[in-house]
Each structure stands twice: as structure tokens, then as C-alpha cells.
């Protein structure tokens, strides 16, 4: 994959030391520690420039280096790859090459034999002295293994070797299983050969999985080139490299798909080349580049298809150079649509050719939201500005299109306390309690009654409010104005399509209802016209005195009796009492009834008494004619008590009134 291009960097083990040759330009060393086998130990100097060495070809010079993950290499040790100047060696590993087959402890001793000389260490733990140890240990083996030549065909099949390197039970019972054969027919069984290798030859599972398959075939592809222990071994060996290659492929694919993105390859290699990309954007919004699937164009915003993991340089730079025309071509296209193209959905964000290019957001009034372009890195400068300029004028032409009737109230030349009613409606998304301009609805004359009625307006006795804002589409606006306004964004939304009443929704406030054009009555909230119905049917209940529910109150709300009481307590009632049904086996009935209005008290003019002070009851005191002369004296009063009547005061002859009555005298 690194050779072919497919990937940049490569990640290795110290293996690669051992002789890979590649066009690696630079070597850079996470660490200078490995285990070795049996403990952990330093790279020596040689085997460090044998790792370096890879990076460089013929004439083309390499470079190497460490990583933070790496401790600073000494002076001597850098200036012994560069110069590839090593220390001989002072010693080699050892092991015996005249081995004793006249019995298995023979064997094992002559392996285990000490070096003939002080330099040489020998080799402690192959493969095959570890397998023929543990093979000896089982008594089905070392029964067979009496004879020279039986002991020299138990260690050639312990050089078998496990791929896997786990020298695990099932590779020992392997062994045994073919030296157990050979010992007795001389030849491996032809079914028991094709079944071992027809169960590797699956090219289904995951890269664990897959790396055991093949490492399980490699040990029989192994076998096979004994050709001495078993019969056809040339179609042996041609399956067995049949079912490598199938095995190999699969994982080199699930390796690719897993840890290599190919689309970034190619664009890395055509990015490279500086050659012109053939690219193309299907109607779904799919872009491909030389053929391959890129990424997702979703109006404005370009969206690689690539894992997070994966490479998305590549991707990227080969989508930024394909795109910017389409972007002015969007751009352009979306400057010039009409108002109709752009459509807000539940939450504010605003759909142009099924794409989200902008959100709605809390603007300076009620009815004017702003618009924010959805972030795109391919907008920039003019283009972005352009299309922030068209998402505002839409963001306030659409509120007064589809609230036309409602918006008209701000504007329209209603006089007097019409005027009043009509503003407060306006500000309440068209649904107003009465109750909170009951003293302007007193006020109001035939003429302003006319005046609301001609803009929309209905007065019930409930609910003010305007039956145009009332359809799907105006009650889904409103309830999207009002989100942006209070920041309240109930999850439930607004009641559906069609639907008049519905269960309340805990956590929904009675002003988001109100703002949508329904009202809550107890557990239940219903569009305000058809809760001014149920209000006239109660009303007309309760005119008889004492009522109970009835089926037409039922349907209209969609409620259960439960759920009634709460509402017609609502409404202003009062529960009065129960009465039994007429099945004894179902609930009592409750029973309802108009509350008492307190009575007013006769103002009387004298004030605030004291109770039990008023005036004395009795006949009133009579006025009795006085003497002729005497004035009107009251009966009981002593002669002498009535005070002197005051002196005339003279009239002024210069007064106006003087004047005239001497023209009236004249006259």
C-alpha cells in the first residue's frame, strides 16, 4: 500500500531492519528499546542503521530522526549511522549441528549442548527443541519415537513452524497428529489433508480473524512441500497457495477498508500531479472526483465522506478546487429565488432546495427575526454577504405573508378603543384572554365592534382571537415566532394538523399554547373557537341551574368525564355535588353549577358606618312655619335660639348688575 501510493506513512516494527526495500524518503525512530524474546533491551548501533538505512534509493539520499516518544540518540551513536562505522562483532549466537538421533533424550541433550568456544552463546529456545519438549512429554509420542530414523522424522516434524507464534496446544497437537500418520502408513491421509485446508478456505471475517486463516494456511502450505509424506503433493501445494492468495486478498481489503482511505490516495497522487480533476455533482448532492465519492455538497456546506479517523486533507483540497463554480452558481441561484423557494421548518432553520442554509433566529420585534447563514468554509466575502442579504429579506417578508391579516392590525387606521384591542391582539399572535381587555371591550361602541369584526377580529366571551390564524400554517408560524421571541422550544411542538384539542404536555407554558391559538382547560388544550363552543354549551348547562356532563361537551373536547370536571372548573364552575348513576356498578355523577355572584350593597350616601349605627328608624323630623316675620322655626327649638338673619350688604350702583337693572326699569 505504501509502495503503490495508497498511504503516506508507513508505522513499523524494528523488522523492517531486515532487509525491506522501499522509496522511503525518511526514517523517524519512536523508540530504541525492544524485547527481545526474553527481556527488554537497547538496538546496538548496527542494528539501528540497518532501520535508518531504509530510507534512501540509490541516488536519492535518505534522512532519519527520532520522535518525542524517542530519547535523544548520542553523538557517537548518530555518527555511526551516517557513517556506518560499527563495532565488530564480539560474539556469535551457537547451535550444535551434530545431533545425536539414536534415542529422544539423545536428541535433546546433543541441542542442548554447550559451545566449543567462549565467544559463542548458544541458541536457547527454538521452535523445534520447545515442540520436541513438549511433545516428548506425551507417552502416545515418545512410544513411537524408538529408532534412530523415527527420531530423526519426530524433530523434522517439530520444525514445523506456527505462523501465529503462539506455540499454542492445537499447533502441538498438530505435530502430533501428522507424526502419529507418518509413524503409522507413511503418508499423510489425502481427506484429512483437503478437510485442514478446506476450513481455512474462508475469506469472510475481520482482521484478527483473517490473519489466523492465513497463518493456519502458510503452516500447511509448509507441509505440502514435504513431498515425501504425502501423495499428489503438487495439487496439495497449488490449493494451498489458492487458498493463501484468497485469504490474503480478503485481508488486504479489510486492512484497506479499516486503515486506508483510497479515495484520499488518488486524489493525493492527482493533487500531486497537478493534473485536472474530472469531477461531477449528482442531483442528491453526491460529489465524485476521478470517479470517486467524496463527500456530500448539502447546500452551502461540503461534508467529506471519510471517517473521522481517515485522511481528509486530500479530500478536502480536491473538493476546494472542484467546487468554488458550483458554489457561484448556488450562490447566484439562490440570490434570484423568490421568497416561496425558502422554507422555515419547526425550529427555525431555513430549506432551500431541501438544503439548510440559515436559521431563523430572535430578531428586534415580534414579527422580525433575523436570518444566520448555516457556516460553510466554501462562503466567503461577497458571496457569503449576498446570501446573508437575501436570507433577512426573507426572514421579514415571510412573517407578514403568512400572518398577513395579524400584521395588518399594526398599520391599519382603526379608531378609538378598537384601535386598543386590535394592537393588544397584534401583540398576542392573534389570541387574547378577554379578560385582560374586558374594560375596553365595555367601552366599545357598534362602530368599533364593526371595525374588529371587518379586520378579522372576534370577541368571545372567552377568548379574543382571529379565525384566519387559526389553520396549520399560521399556528405552526406563531409557535415558531414565539420560540424565537421567549427562547421556549417545547419538543412537542404545536398541536397537529387538524387536531382541536390534545393532552397537555408538562413543561409547556399556557402562553405558548395562547400564541399558537389554543387554550388549556385542565388536562386538555383545545384551538380557541372550539373552546368558546364548549364554553357557550356549559353556559347553556348551567342556565337550568344544577348541571351535569353531558355527550356534546364530551365531543367537543375529545375528553373523558375526568377530564371534563378539570375543565369546567376551568371554565369558572364549581363542583356542587354527586348523584348516584343509574348503574350502581359505574361512578357517581358529579353534579356542577354557575358560582354566586356576591351582591352589591345600596350605597345609602351615609358613608361607612358601624354595624347596627345607621339612621334611627321613625318618622323624620317635620319643619314647622314660624310667625310671619319669625322665619321657619323647627319644632322643639327654645325662643330665643334661632341666630339673627345677616344684614343685606348694600348693591354696588357701578356693579354690571346695577346697570342692568336700571335699563330694565327704563325698558
Known amino acids: ?192 489433508i483437503t478437510g485442514s485446508m478446506q476450513r481455512l478456505d474462508r475469506p469472510q471475517g475481520d482482521i484478527d480473524t483473517l490473519m489466523s486463516r492465513l497463518s493456519g494456511i502458510r503452516t500447511w502450505s509448509y507441509i505440502t512441500q514435504r513431498s515425501h509424506w504425502l501423495d499428489g503433493a503438487e495439487d496439495f501445494q497449488g490449493l494451498a497457495r489458492s487458498i493463501e492468495d484468497r485469504v490474503s486478498d480478503s485481508l488486504n481489503q479489510v486492512l484497506t477498508e479499516r486503515f486506508v482511505d483510497r479515495r484520499a490516495a488518488v486524489l493525493s497522487r492527482r493533487l500531486k500531479e497537478n493534473s485536472v480533476l474530472m469531477s461531477s455533482i449528482r442531483p442528491d448532492g453526491t460529489v465524485t472526483v476521478e470517479g470517486e465519492d467524496v463527500g456530500q455538497l448539502d447546500g452551502f456546506v461540503f461534508t467529506p465522506a471519510i471517517a473521522e479517523s481517515d485522511e481528509k486533507g486530500p479530500v478536502l483540497a480536491a473538493a476546494r478546487k472542484v467546487l468554488p463554480d458550483e458554489i457561484s452558481q448556488r450562490v447566484r441561484a439562490l440570490v434570484a429565488s423568490a421568497d416561496a423557494a425558502f422554507k422555515p421548518d419547526a425550529s427555525g432553520r431555513i430549506f432551500w432546495r431541501d438544503a439548510m442554509v440559515g436559521q431563523l433566529v430572535k430578531g428586534d420585534a415580534l414579527y422580525q427575526p433575523r436570518a444566520e447563514v448555516r457556516s460553510s468554509s466554501l462562503l466567503e466575502g461577497e458571496q457569503l454577504k449576498s446570501v446573508q442579504d437575501r436570507l433577512n429579506a426573507f426572514a421579514l417578508s415571510w412573517p407578514r405573508e403568512i400572518l398577513a391579516r395579524a400584521v395588518a392590525l399594526e398599520g391599519e387606521t382603526l379608531t378609538g378603543t378598537a384601535r386598543g384591542i386590535a394592537y393588544q391582539v397584534f401583540e398576542s399572535l392573534g389570541t387574547l384572554p378577554s379578560r385582560n381587555v374586558n374594560e375596553m371591550v365595555k367601552q366599545l361602541d357598534d362602530d368599533g365592534r364593526r371595525q374588529l369584526a371587518q379586520h378579522g377580529i372576534r370577541l368571545g366571551v372567552d377568548m379574543i382571537y382571529m379565525p384566519d390564524l387559526l389553520k396549520p ?181 357701578n356693579s354690571p348688575f346695577a346697570v342692568l337693572a336700571k335699563l330694565k326699569e327704563k325698558s
Not at 38 to 63: N, S, V
Not at 123 to 152: N, Q, T
Request: glycine share 10%.
Open 473 to 653: 400554517a399560521q399556528i405552526d408560524a406563531k409557535a415558531l415566532l414565539y420560540s424565537l421571541s421567549t427562547d421556549e422550544r417545547p419538543e412537542c411542538g404545536p398541536p397537529p394538523p387538524g387536531r382541536v384539542a390534545i393532552d397537555h404536555v408538562d413543561g409547556v407554558s399556557d402562553g405558548y399554547w395562547l400564541a399558537t391559538g389554543y387554550r388549556r382547560l385542565g388536562g386538555r388544550v383545545m384551538r380557541v373557537d372550539m373552546a368558546e363552543r364548549l364554553s357557550a354549551t356549559v353556559r347553556a348547562a348551567a342556565r337550568e341551574g344544577e348541571f351535569r356532563i353531558n355527550e356534546e361537551m364530551l365531543s367537543l373536547a375529545g375528553a373523558t368525564r375526568e377530564q371534563m370536571e378539570e375543565m369546567i372548573v376551568d371554565l369558572g364552575y364549581r363542583k356542587s355535588g354527586e348523584e348516584p348513576a343509574e348503574d350502581p356498578e359505574k361512578p357517581t355523577i358529579s353534579l356542577f353549577t354557575r358560582p354566586q355572584r356576591p351582591k352589591k350593597q345600596r350605597d345609602t350616601g351615609g358613608g361607612d358606618r358601624p354595624k347596627g349605627q345607621g339612621k334611627p328608624k321613625g318618622k323624620p323630623r317635620q319643619r314647622h312655619a314660624g310667625r310671619p316675620g319669625e322665619g321657619g322655626a323647627r319644632s322643639g327649638d327654645r325662643p330665643g335660639s334661632r341666630k339673627p338673619a345677616p344684614k343685606s350688604t348694600p348693591i354696588d350702583p
Open 1 to 192: 500500500l505504501f509502495q503503490s501510493g495508497d498511504v503516506d506513512y508507513m508505522v513499523a516494527t524494528d523488522a523492517i531492519g531486515m532487509g525491506l526495500n522501499m522509496d522511503i524518503e525518511h526514517v523517524a525512530l519512536a523508540g530504541d528499546v525492544k524485547f527481545d524474546g526474553r527481556r527488554p533491551r537497547r538496538l546496538a548501533p548496527a542494528e539501528l542503521g540497518q532501520i535508518a538505512g531504509r530510507a534512501g534509493r540509490y541516488t536519492t539520499d535518505g534522512t532519519f530522526g527520532i520522535t518525542d516518544t524517542c530519547e535523544m540518540l548520542e553523538d557517537e551513536v548518530v555518527d555511526a549511522i551516517e557513517n556506518h562505522r560499527f563495532k565488530y562483532l564480539s560474539g556469535v549466537v551457537w547451535r550444535n549441528a551434530v545431533l545425536d538421533y539414536s534415542d529422544p533424550d539423545a536428541l535433546i541433550r546433543s541441542l542442548e549442548a554447550p559451545p566449543p568456544l567462549s565467544f559463542m552463546s548458544r541458541k536457547a529456545d527454538a521452535d523445534d527443541h520447545r515442540a520436541l519438549s513438549s511433545l516428548l512429554e506425551r507417552d502416545d509420542i515418545r512410544v513411537r519415537a524408538h529408532g534412530e530414523a523415527e527420531v530423526r522424522l519426530l524433530h523434522e516434524v517439530c520444525q514445523i513452524p506456527d505462523y501465529q507464534r503462539e506455540y499454542s496446544d492445537s499447533h502441538t497437537e498438530l505435530l502430533a497428529r501428522i507424526y502419529t500418520h507418518l509413524t503409522d502408513g507413511e503418508r499423510l491421509p489425502k481427506d484429512w
